[in-house]
């Protein structure tokens, strides 16, 4: 019994040795750390661009440290290893090897860059930070970012975007937030912003009030690439670049697209006459006929009673049937243009018939003119027929026409494009 | 008493005979002189055990007979007896202790098991396990000697090798392969094994291709004792401590044993491998009545340990070590390990033995096993890769060639290791910036669940119609179900993830149902513990018929068995995932396999020294459950063209049994028909999980075993083996690949793999080594082993016709592309030594290994990344992972028993 004793004492210090060894691998939390830069910028970014030579690319030799706030990322996938950053005087891009920047420079988050050892130059006007690539700017290698970019306390709230006009845009905007209120996207409602076909990247037409246009770029890997643009008028936000003389605006992400009121207004025709279909044409009198033509660049139908001499016409150009009871409010507009006539000679007029059959001579249904209409005063010179208000009639198979006559003598051409006709769906 | 001879049968039962005469003799200890009881005693093709009193006999003809006695922890006793029409009284046998080498051989083992860390979700190991006290002499010093370089025993996969424990089967039912760390640590407890290699016969199961174990847990059969061991060293833990005891059979009829360890360190040999793992074994056992004997084993080895991670030789360069492991980084000072293994896997087994007569007896069992397994690892989410040696970070990604130098010099000069290992800080700033602007966690830890349930039952008999005729039989059946998912385990700071497909998001730009993981709570914020991601079960029906009938003769044994197996399964959704719809959630097609197989083997006798063996058997397995779907995580998608497996196989042996010495030569050929693999990687061009299934692969494993010892002298033994293998590929596999988000169609080529080299195990190796005991209870050991033939792990996409599409004809790099790298040969030196004594009533042991003395550290294997930059064809890009060995190792070990 005493050695059984023994051996159980010999138990109890292995077991006892066994239960108090731990092996760690449970980890707390630990606390939230706020990171501090510790050290001051010396100068302003507005300043520090001023030193850029203008051409080729410029090593920083000098301790010059930038700060700003961040205000374009990659989060949304559409600006590509950059981050653009701002403070009081203006902005800067700065040009990164890494992925998922977005990850620790949060839009609202305040860095500081040791600008020593980076290098300044231009890509297509735009003055940018980075690194060496081949002779031009390129991104800075990741192993050396740690060394340059600061982070400075936690992401703060993101700066208000500065509001302008398309017109006013200056270069001291650049590189910076802006916002235009009060303006549409060409093909508003109808493509998206970037195809996925394209190789990289593709470009939008922004329109403000008054006539102006700018470039909105997208990249196909944002993710909001496949979305459709937004029709109507709202306001959009976005960094502001230029490339070869000509601004473009960014978008960080579909909360750059502000309050757009969907405009109900929809198409119902909108040709441009690379082809007479899906408009028809019937000649009365006369072997000459209306056709689709081209020149300088535009498309267009067109109709003359000369071909080696003056021929007397009456020709038709007719339009698809159109459901106009569907639609409210619709507006009726094309560009004409003339030559050999003069002007109002009565050659060509509008019509509309709402019992005509779709086929067969024009002449047996009942055709009433538009009044009112811009018409081309000769020269070829395009004139926009101005709107014609179509909201009184109504029908389910409401044609419009294009009616050319002429006799032997004062033989003019008549060209046609651009009709228009949109209305409001019901 | 002499009529009372109780025969402790293991599952095999016993040999009982009745001839003419009886040989009869007492075993006892050499030092105690007290009887040894259990102890198997072998006489030529008959099996028995000792009684309470160390008595065993046999009945005998007159003829030359070998009588072998082995016993666990003593030397194997072998004598040349004569025996004539008179009964044979023996002298009393005297065994000697060996001091504690066995238990110190499954130490050497066992660490090597399972410690790397591959992308498969569970993988068994590789290792070879049928560590048993046989008479068969290659496969002895083989098991020991190669297992750290992991030596496979005729290069078979372990899915080909079966393995009971009291006729419970081990075998996963999903991947096929037996994991021995669901018992590790567990070494007295499980020391009790019968087994045999190839197609051999077994009398407890139908058996495998590459081999049967059977390990008996039964408490009457574990020796009575009382042991307490503790172990030093620098493998994967640092300290052992093993507790054993067995009661023996009490006078009650009872029988208990106990077995607990705990093995752990803080940190490995590698870095960041955490280790602590308990065991614990239950056996109880009550002789009902002179039929009936019940048996009761529990037990299982709840482990949590930090894994290893492979890498690219130009980390290991870089950062000097060869076992640098990536999984680990600091955190506030301490090592942490991203890849945490957390598994408990216990069992429960009832055994009934049932003597029915003199004839017959039947073991049913019945078993249950449970099991939590899971494994922690980093996700992200749309932010950096946070693994360091990702290989966009090394230097030889880089263009710029000042920043390639920065970077090497950065790696090299790493002191806060925050570039070389993950850098956990970061993670959780990330975490806590996206907190501040209410984003989800970028970073966190998950647990990719691999659970089970299953339930077995099993009846085997034997019929010992005549002396000469046995039968033996069974009747197999378990139900299975494996539950897959993932749990958020570590929100590392963040404050809420969703579940949503990242990659999907990119691939399926404005499609907001495709990146949804769960649909039925689409936009739920996941916290710590929920299941997330993917979730599905397994559930699978085996049953198994055999019977095996066998001659014994006086100067043959031949024997017959055949088997038929029924195998169904399916698979059940229990999330549905937005990628698939209307085919994730639910009950998936159910497959149906019926199998069979006949193995037919024999010995001749020549005499009492000389024998000829061969076996063969022809034998048909369903495929591997995992292996027929596609993107088995999210979708009951199947591929049609996984068919049953056929394997043929054979060998034939000469033995030699002498007195001074043993000698044994194989040679053994297996052809494996219309395999299937499975190679789950993550596709970083697509950047979704992608499934590549093989299907179609044949293989031939041909070879020949040579093993020897010879006992120089009394205290001077010399052991020799040498294995010459040639496992190879002998067909060109059809290779599926599927995208798990589906972004693109699966797509099947043909792989040019014929005649490559089967993978995983050196296939020469060779292994000298002599043995010195005395009677004052020291031995020593030497041992040198050298291997060759160890080939890395292939790609099969780099073998197909795109992967050297627009290379010219007889262009180099075509041969460059496809061939396959051998590793570099190997040779290592061992040592053990080892001394014991007796005190009063204790037993005293220590023994000391050091093992790979030169500390050369060897590439035990390796695999060819799967992504294959198919544009420039530059291997250097994603060039192959690599293991290290360890090096020079120790293990020390002081046991006292009583």
């Known amino acids: 019994m005493k050695k059984f004793k023994l051996f159980l004492g010999i138990i109890a210090l292995a077991g006892g040795f066994t239960f108090s060894s731990c092996v760690k691998d449970d980890f707390d939390t630990p606390p939230v750390l706020v990171p501090e830069a510790g050290f001051e910028s010396n100068i302003s970014i507005a300043n520090f661009k001023a030193l850029y030579s203008g051409n080729g690319v410029d090593s920083i030799a000098f301790d010059t440290i930038i700060q700003g706030i961040v205000v374009g990322n990659d989060e949304s996938g559409n600006i590509y290893k950059s981050l653009i950053i701002q403070d009081q005087s203006g902005g800067i891009e700065i040009k990164l090897d890494q992925s998922s920047l977005y990850n620790q420079y949060r839009i609202g988050q305040k860095i500081y860059v040791k600008c020593k050892g980076m290098y300044l130059g231009t890509y297509g006007g735009l003055v940018q930070l980075g690194y060496l690539y081949q002779g031009s700017i390129g991104r800075m290698p990741e192993i050396f970012i740690k060394d340059h970019l600061f982070l400075d306390s936690l992401p703060g709230k993101p700066l208000v975007p500065a509001l302008k006009t398309i017109a006013t845009l200056s270069p001291a905007n650049l590189s910076t937030i802006v916002r235009f209120d009060s303006v549409s996207f060409d093909d508003g409602g109808a493509r998206v912003f970037c195809e996925q076909s394209v190789s990289s990247a593709d470009d939008r037409v922004m329109r403000d009030k008054n006539g102006s246009t700018i470039l909105v770029r997208t990249s196909k890997y944002a993710n909001f690439a496949s979305d459709v643009l937004p029709s109507g008028i709202g306001s959009v936000v976005g960094v502001l ?113 709402v019992d005509y059959l779709g086929t067969g001579d024009p002449n047996q249904a009942t055709w009433t003119e538009f009044t009112g209409v811009n018409y081309s005063t000769g020269n070829f010179t395009w004139a926009q027929s101005g709107e014609i208000d179509m909201s009184a009639i109504n029908g389910t198979n409401v044609y419009i026409a294009f009616k050319y006559v002429c006799g032997t003598a004062g033989v003019p051409t008549w060209e046609v494009t651009n009709v228009s006709l949109q209305g409001k769906k019901l | 008493m002499k009529k009372k001879l109780l025969l402790l049968f293991f599952l095999s039962s016993f040999v009982l005979s009745y001839g003419q005469s009886l040989l009869k003799g007492v075993v006892c200890d050499a030092n105690s002189k007290k009887p040894l009881s259990g102890i198997a005693v072998v006489l030529n093709t008959k099996q028995g055990f000792t009684d309470d009193l160390g008595k065993f006999e046999f009945s005998v003809d007159p003829q030359e007979y070998t009588l072998m006695i082995v016993a666990d922890g003593y030397d194997t006793y072998i004598k040349v007896i004569q025996v004539a029409t008179s009964d044979v009284l023996m002298d009393t046998i005297n065994l000697v202790m060996k001091t504690e080498l066995p238990s110190d051989a499954m130490a050497v083992a066992e660490v090597s098991m399972g410690s790397s860390d591959f992308e498969s979700s569970k993988e068994g190991q590789n290792v070879s396990s049928l560590l048993h006290s046989s008479a068969d002499v290659f496969n002895n010093i083989a098991d020991f000697n190669l297992s750290s370089i992991r030596f496979r025993s005729r290069g078979y996969d372990s899915e080909y090798e079966e393995v009971y424990i009291s006729g419970m089967r081990m075998n996963d039912a999903e991947n096929g392969r037996p994991s021995w760390s669901e018992w590790g640590g567990l070494n007295d407890a499980m020391r009790n094994k019968q087994g045999v290699y190839g197609v051999e016969s077994t009398p407890f199961a139908f058996g495998g291709v590459g081999g049967t174990t059977n390990i008996n847990t039964r408490a009457s059969g574990m020796r009575k004792q009382n042991k307490i061991t503790y172990a030093l060293s620098n493998r994967s833990y640092n300290n052992r401590i093993t507790y054993s005891y067995g009661s023996g059979v009490l006078k009650n009829g009872w029988s208990f044993s106990v077995n607990a360890s705990r093995r752990w360190s803080q940190e490995g040999m590698v870095e ?101 397994y899971g494994t922690t690892s980093l996700n992200w989410f749309d932010a950096l890769d946070p693994r360091p040696d990702y290989y966009r970070y090394l230097p030889s990604y880089q263009l710029d060639a000042y920043a390639k130098a920065a970077l090497t010099d950065a790696w090299k000069n790493d002191p806060d290791k925050t570039l070389t290992q993950i850098d956990w800080a970061q993670l959780y700033n ?111 029906h085996t049953a198994k018929l055999w019977g095996m009938a066998t001659l014994t003769r006086n100067n043959f044994d031949a024997w017959v068995s055949a088997n038929l197996g029924f195998n169904s399964f399916y698979r059940q959704g229990n999330m549905q995932n937005g990628r698939y719809a209307d085919n994730s959630l639910g009950k998936s097609e159910v497959s149906s396999f019926i199998t069979y197989g006949i193995k037919v083997g024999g010995t001749w006798k020549i005499s009492g020294r000389y024998y000829v063996q061969g076996n063969a058997g022809y034998l048909t397995r369903p495929p591997v459950m995992n292996n027929m779907f596609t993107s088995i995580r999210i979708s009951n998608k199947m591929l049609d063209n996984v068919g049953i497996e056929s394997n043929l196989s054979g060998d034939i042996s000469f033995i030699f049994k002498g007195t001074r010495a043993n000698a044994k030569v194989t040679a053994y050929q297996t052809y494996f028909k219309n395999q299937s693999e499975l190679i789950g990687f993550y596709h970083d061009v697509y950047r979704t999980y992608t499934v590549m299934v093989l299907t ?104 197909t016709q795109t992967a050297i599409a627009n290379l010219g004809y007889e262009d180099p790099m075509i041969e460059t592309i496809t061939k396959q790298e051998k590793l570099p040969a190997g040779f290592t030196l061992d040592a053990s030594i080892g001394k014991s004594w007796r005190v009063k009533d204790y037993y005293i042991g220590i023994n000391f290994n050091v093992s790979n003395i030169l500390g050369t550290q060897l590439k035990s294997g390796g695999f060819e990344q799967m992504r294959f930059d198919y544009e420039t064809k530059n291997l250097d890009k994603f060039p192959p992972k690599y293991f290290y060995g360890y090096g020079r190792t120790f293990f020390l070990m002081l046991s006292v028993r009583m």
Request: net charge neutral; no cysteine.
């Open chain 1, 241 to 353: 670049s230029i490339y070869n003389g000509a601004y473009q605006l960014y978008i960080r992400d579909r909360n750059d697209i502000i309050n757009f009121q969907p405009d109900s207004n929809v198409y119902l025709l909108n040709h441009k006459f690379s082809a007479l279909a899906p408009f028809t044409q019937y000649s009365v009198v006369g072997s000459q006929v209306w056709t689709a033509s081209t020149y300088g660049g535009v498309n267009f139908a067109q109709m003359s009673g000369y071909q080696s001499g003056y021929f007397a016409n009456e020709d038709w150009l007719i339009s698809p049937a159109l459901n106009l009871n569907l639609y409210s409010n619709e507006k009726l507009k094309f560009d004409n243009a003339m030559k050999y006539g003069s002007a109002g000679d009565g050659t060509l007029k509008a019509y509309y018939s």
């Open chain 2, 272 to 372: 960041g491998t955490t280790y602590d793992a308990w065991a614990y074994f239950l056996g109880a056992e009550k002789k009902i009545n002179s039929k009936h004997s019940i048996a009761f084993s529990v037990f299982g080895s709840p482990y949590k340990r930090g894994l290893q991670s492979s890498s690219v030789q130009e980390a290991y360069e870089l950062t000097g070590n060869n076992l640098y492991n990536s999984n680990w980084g600091y955190q506030e000072g301490e090592k942490r390990n991203a890849r945490i293994r957390k598994a408990h896997e216990p069992k429960f087994i009832i055994n009934d033995y049932w003597k029915v007569n003199e004839k017959l007896s039947i073991t049913n069992t019945l078993g249950a096993s449970y099991s939590r």
């Open chain 2, 430 to 540: 990330i975490n806590y910036i996206a907190n501040s602007v209410g984003s989800q966690a970028k970073y966190v830890l998950e647990e990719r669940r691999d659970d089970h349930l299953r339930f077995m039952g099993s009846s085997v008999f034997k019929y010992q119609k005549t002396e000469e005729l046995t039968f033996n039989g069974g009747l197999e059946y378990e139900y299975f179900i494996g539950n897959h998912f993932k749990t958020l385990n570590d929100l590392l700071g963040g404050e809420y993830i969703y579940d949503y497909d990242q990659f999907a998001e990119r691939d399926f730009a404005g499609d907001s149902v495709k990146l949804i993981n769960n649909l039925d709570d689409p936009n739920k914020k996941i916290l710590v513990g929920d299941r997330y991601g993917y979730d599905y079960t397994m559930k699978s």
């Open chain 2, 696 to 799: 179609g692969v044949d293989k031939v494993h041909q070879g020949f075993e040579i093993g020897g010892d010879y006992k120089i002298s009394k205290s001077f033994t010399a052991v020799g083996a040498l294995g010459l293998g040639n496992y190879r590929y002998t067909s060109r596999p059809t290779a599926y690949t599927s995208f798990e988000n589906g972004s693109l169609p699966d797509t099947s080529s043909t792989v040019y793999s014929k005649y490559f080299y089967v993978s995983g195990t050196p296939q020469n190796v060779a292994s000298i080594g002599l043995k010195y005991s005395n009677a004052k209870y020291w031995f020593i050991d030497l041992n040198a082993n050298y291997y060759d033939n160890l080939y890395l792990d292939f790609n099969p996409a780099r073998r």
